[in-house]
T-cell receptor
Framework: DAGITQSPRHKVTETGTPVTLRCHQT?????MYWYRQDPGHGLRLIHYSYGVKDTDKGEVSDGYSVSRSKTEDFLLTLESATSSQTSVYFCAISEDNTGELFFGEGSRLTVL | KNEVEQSPQNLTAQEGEFITINCSYS?????LHWLQQHPGGGIVSLFM???GKKKHGRLIATINIQEKHSSLHITASHPRDSAVYICVRNTGNQFYFGTGTSLTVIP
């Protein structure tokens, strides 16, 4: 367990509103990831970070931005939420020493 | 290019049966992971392996690097094993996911 918490766990919002999801880790691992999980698609990478202020895009990054101002926090922002962004979002970390992958509990976002 | 293929996509078994889930990938890897996700639940890492075989309780994971193939076996399956099992290819610090195998174990 890498001490990963996500917030909020559930959110319902309206189209066009901004949304920020937070991922917090307690062990200061370097690599953090945001994925979305949708039926039939499995987990798809949105953005990832390899250190403070170091981030890069994944395969489904359009409409999302991220920030990492502290090692322990990785924020995912939807600037203007759309219904296609209704999904379950998972944060993950790759443990520095072993490369083992650990996930947060997930955040279920519904955009009406 | 991500190509992580799992089979079968869906699997139903009777309690006590021996279960095998297969995973094939097309490029070299740093490691291969198996994850478990219960319905409506979070994602748990079961195994991370780069060669050979690992065992944890009733679960066994094997990998053949030359053939680019891994298997997850469950011995004496139980209804609580009902979950989605996800194979993940790991190259450097990038991870590529299969779409999962949904397992249902009937009492």
């Amino acid at each position: 367990d890498a001490g990963i918490t996500q917030s909020p766990r559930h959110k319902v919002t309206e189209t066009g509103t901004p949304v920020t999801l937070r991922c917090h880790q307690t062990e200061n691992h370097r690599y953090m990831y945001w994925y979305r999980q949708d039926p039939g698609h499995g987990l798809r990478l949105i953005h990832y970070s390899y250190g403070v202020k170091d981030t890069d895009k994944g395969e489904v990054s359009d409409g999302y931005s991220v920030s990492r101002s502290k090692t322990e926090d990785f924020l995912l922002t939807l600037e203007s939420a759309t219904s296609s962004q209704t999904s379950v979002y998972f944060c993950a970390i790759s443990e520095d020493n072993t490369g083992e992958l650990f996930f947060g509990e997930g955040s279920r976002l519904t955009v009406l | 290019k991500n190509e992580v293929e799992q089979s079968p996509q869906n699997l139903t078994a009777q309690e006590g049966e021996f279960i095998t889930i297969n995973c094939s990938y097309s490029v070299g890897i740093s490691a291969l992971h198996w994850l478990q996700q219960h319905p409506g639940g979070g994602i748990v890492s079961l195994f991370m392996l780069s060669s050979g075989k690992k065992k944890h309780g009733r679960l066994i994971a094997t990998i053949n690097i030359q053939e680019k193939h891994s298997s997850l076996h469950i011995t004496a399956s139980h209804p609580r094993d009902s979950a989605v099992y996800i194979c993940v290819r790991n190259t450097g610090n990038q991870f590529y996911f299969g779409t999962g195998t949904s397992l249902t174990v009937i009492p």
